[in-house]
């Protein structure tokens, strides 16, 4: 059988669980040699592997702390022993639920070190092994509320929007070699939503903003991450694709 992503090198950042681990499934299922790197979730990553290996495809699992520019760089040394990336999926993130004006410096530098910082530099050393090639994909993760604002999350909401502004630049300085996009998820049922936890009230108030009146799922995530990694998008970059239910209609 073949598949999409048969002989691609992917890198899936935060990839132990929620969308990324199914981001990495997909991409391997489609035939590419998946990393797939985390935070601290050593087993659940080993998990995800061995998934992986279960069902015939490629995985290894690294840690690596995205804010960390030395972990970062020992991470590109084991992805370069396996060969030339071509994907990169930047998805790795934090979220911070809080009032403004209870925000500590030290919170938003936090947030931001994460998602921006992270992002930030594990998109410039993938960058730095895709300038002119064909072919290669950069998808970076953002999220709806870039768009809207939300109360009680401005440090998110303004590290989204900083992403989306990084992709589109990127697309610029890296066309027509690498394509970049986002994908800018409405609310989507993982441990950041933390369902579980939420009250009906609030879980309620999450599908009202969407019109399908629904929360999503990690596989309505990956089908839009294959599409861009894969042959059917050559003609996009720049763009921030947004699977959200219709909470945003740009
Ligand atoms: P999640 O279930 O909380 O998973 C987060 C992943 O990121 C885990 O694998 C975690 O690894 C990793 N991670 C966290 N901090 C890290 C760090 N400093 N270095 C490396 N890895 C780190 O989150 P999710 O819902 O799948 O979110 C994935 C992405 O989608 C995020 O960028 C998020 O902002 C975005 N997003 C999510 C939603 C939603 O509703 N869920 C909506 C819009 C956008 P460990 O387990 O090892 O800590």
């Known amino acids: 059988m073949t598949g999409q992503l048969d002989g691609k090198i992917a890198l899936v950042t935060g990839a132990s669980r929620g969308i990324g ?19 601290s979730g050593t087993d ?10 279960a069902h015939g495809g ?12 030395q972990q970062i760089v020992a991470l590109y040394e084991a992805v370069d022993a396996i060969g030339p990336l071509d994907i990169l999926v930047n998805n790795a993130g934090v979220i911070l639920e809080k009032p403004l004006l209870d925000t500590t410096a030290d919170d938003f530098d936090w947030l931001m070190n ?3 910082r992270g992002q930030f530099l594990v998109g410039r050393e993938a960058l730095r092994r895709m300038v002119g090639r064909d072919g290669t994909r950069v998808i970076n993760i953002s999220s709806d509320l870039s768009f809207t604002g939300r109360e009680d999350f401005s440090a998110y909401c303004a590290s989204k929007g900083a992403i989306n502004a ?22 989507i049922d993982t441990d950041m939503l933390d369902l579980e936890n939420m009250s009906a009230e609030w879980a309620e108030k999450e599908k009202e903003l969407t019109v399908l009146k629904r929360i999503g799922t990690v596989d309505e995530i990956s089908a839009v991450a294959l599409f861009l990694a894969g042959p059917g998008s050559t003609y996009l970059s720049g763009q921030i694709i947004g699977p959200n ?6």
């Open 245 to 250: 239910g219709g909470s945003v209609m740009p």
């Open 166 to 187: 990084l992709t589109k630049s990127w697309a610029r300085e890296f066309a027509p070699h690498v394509l970049v996009n986002a994908i800018a998820p409405g609310p």
């Open 114 to 116: 994460v998602n921006l």
């Open 58 to 69: 490629k995985a290894i699992a690294i840690a690596a702390d995205v804010a960390n520019e």
């Open 21 to 39: 681990k199914a981001i990495a499934e997909i991409f391997a299922a489609q035939g590419a040699t998946v990393v797939l790197s985390y935070r």
């Open 44 to 53: 659940e990553a080993a998990a995800v592997v061995s998934g992986i290996e």
